[in-house]
């Protein structure tokens, strides 16, 4: 099954660059983690409360069936095709001090799926974040293969989509997740801002033929997790 995994993980990537995806390479490897930090993590949500969901909106509702951390997770289905929605503004605002905002999303389906993060800060409305470019904006940067797929969203340099300035992390007001119409759910679990090393306590289990992506604000970077 690793084998099988690493295969289709080594395709779907190669697939990407042959469309001329929206990814970019550099010159110099990305160096993912630097001097070691104090472990400092704050939990949003890791969806094992029926009551947490009225702090999201979206076609939501809690589930057994996969997990990444806990008992449930959060299962995001819209029936008849329907583009696929989950946003909240009942979230920390300060993210400073923070290395990245980790979060796991399972595609039960064969087929590589994509989907975009947006984040909104205090500095901009909605009509000035859409109209004008002002929040973050990773339009297909959810890079999703069958199983479960572990983002690690790096906080360091993010930029707002007309690139005029950072985002203002100290006034974070907004996430949200859009994923295109499909015929199958996807389940959402463990968001959380991490600082550090993570213990096990908060940690998600990774099986390491699962797929890791890392989100370096224009950059994508998907690996086997193991």
Known sequence: EFVMKKKFLLISINLMI???????AQSSPVVFHKEPKEEKVLVFDDFEDQSTLKN???SISLSDEFPSHGKTSLKLFSPGWQPLLLESEKIPKD????????FDIYNPSSILQ??????????????EAEINGQSYLGSGKLFMTKGWNHFEFLLD?????EGNRALALDKIRKLRFTFSPVNHPFFIDNIRLTAGKESNHTASFINPASCRVVIDNRYVYPTLAG
Do not use: P, R, S
Not at 157 to 161: A, C, I, L
């Open 18 to 24: 042959t469309l001329q995806y929206n990814l970019h």
């Open 56 to 58: 999201w909106n979206g």
């Open 95 to 102: 993210w400073k001090g923070f290395d990245c905002l980790k």
């Open 114 to 127: 994509f989907g975009t993060i947006q984040i909104f800060d205090d500095l901009a409305i909605d009509n």
């Open 157 to 161: 340099h993010v930029m707002v989509e």
